[in-house]
T-cell receptor, first 113, second 116 residues
Framework: AQTVTQSQPEMSVQEAETVTLSCTYD???????LFWYKQPPSRQMILVIR??????QNATENRFSVNFQKAAKSFSLKISDSQLGDTAMYFC??????????FGEGTQLTVNP | NAGVTQTPKFQVLKTGQSMTLQCAQD?????MYWYRQDPGMGLRLIYY???????DKGEVPNGYNVSRLNKREFSLRLESAAPSQTSVYFC???????????????FGAGSRLTVL
C-alpha cells in the first residue's frame, strides 16, 4: 500500500522569505502522480502544484516549485517570496495508476508579517 | 459550472442513526472519491469509484457504504452512526486518463458531521 509522510506538523516563515515543506512517500509503482494541495481556513482544497513521476524536470508554478527525487521518494515544496495569503494547511498527495489518491498528514504553514 | 456539490453541509446525528451524504459532479468525470478529515490525520480515503459501476475500499471503509448511482453521483451512507465518525467529509472527482495533468482532483466544499 502507498503511504505519504509529512514530518513537519507546523512551520512558520516571515513574509517575503522562502520556506520548504517536506514530503516522502513509499510505493512499489513506477508510474504515478504527486501533488501539493493547500487548505486555507475556508476548508476548500486547492491544487498548488503537480508532478508526473515520469518527468525528471521539477514542476514550477509561479512562486511554488518542487524538488522531486524519485530514487529517494521525496517530494518537497518550496514557496518563495511567502505571502500572508499562503497561510494554510498544506497536504502532499500521491496518486497511483488506478487514480487512488493518498494524502499525508499535512503541514500547517503560518506566514508572519 | 457547479463543479462538485455535496449535501448536506452540516449534520448532527445521534448514535445509531443513519444518514446519507450526497455528492454530484457536472464535469463528466469518471472517478469519484469520499474522504474524511480529522485533526492531525490529513484526509483519509473511505471509498472510491474509479468508474461508473465500480467501487473500492480505501483506508478506512468500516462503518460506511457507498453507491455509484450513475456517472454524476456518488453517495456515502452511514448505517449506524458512531461518535468515531464525527468528522469533515469531502467528496472529490477526476477524469481518469493517462495523459499529463489530467488526474487533478476537484473537491467539494466539505460536510461537517457530528455524532452525539
Amino acid at each position: 500500500a502507498q503511504t505519504v509522510t509529512q514530518s513537519q506538523p507546523e512551520m512558520s516563515v516571515q513574509e517575503a522569505e522562502t520556506v520548504t515543506l517536506s514530503c516522502t512517500y513509499d510505493t512499489s509503482e513506477n508510474n504515478y502522480y504527486l501533488f501539493w494541495y493547500k487548505q486555507p481556513p475556508s476548508r476548500q482544497m486547492i491544487l498548488v502544484i503537480r508532478q508526473e513521476a515520469y518527468k525528471q524536470q521539477n514542476a514550477t508554478e509561479n512562486r511554488f516549485s518542487v524538488n522531486f527525487q524519485k530514487a529517494a521518494k521525496s517530494f518537497s515544496l518550496k514557496i518563495s517570496d511567502s505571502q500572508l495569503g499562503d497561510t494554510a494547511m498544506y497536504f502532499c498527495a500521491f496518486m497511483n495508476w488506478a487514480s487512488r489518491l493518498t494524502f499525508g498528514e499535512g503541514t500547517q504553514l503560518t506566514v508572519n508579517p | 459550472n457547479a463543479g462538485v456539490t455535496q449535501t448536506p453541509k452540516f449534520q448532527v446525528l445521534k448514535t445509531g442513526q443513519s444518514m446519507t451524504l450526497q455528492c454530484a459532479q457536472d464535469m463528466n468525470h469518471n472517478s469519484m472519491y469520499w474522504y474524511r478529515q480529522d485533526p492531525g490525520m490529513g484526509l483519509r480515503l473511505i471509498y472510491y469509484s474509479a468508474s461508473e459501476g465500480t467501487t473500492d475500499k480505501g483506508e478506512v471503509p468500516n462503518g460506511y457504504n457507498v453507491s455509484r448511482l450513475n456517472k454524476r453521483e456518488f453517495s456515502l451512507r452511514l448505517e449506524s452512526a458512531a461518535p468515531s465518525q464525527t468528522s469533515v467529509y469531502f467528496c472529490a472527482s477526476t477524469r481518469q486518463v493517462r495523459i499529463s495533468g489530467a488526474n487533478v482532483l476537484t473537491f467539494g466544499a466539505g460536510s461537517r458531521l457530528t455524532v452525539l
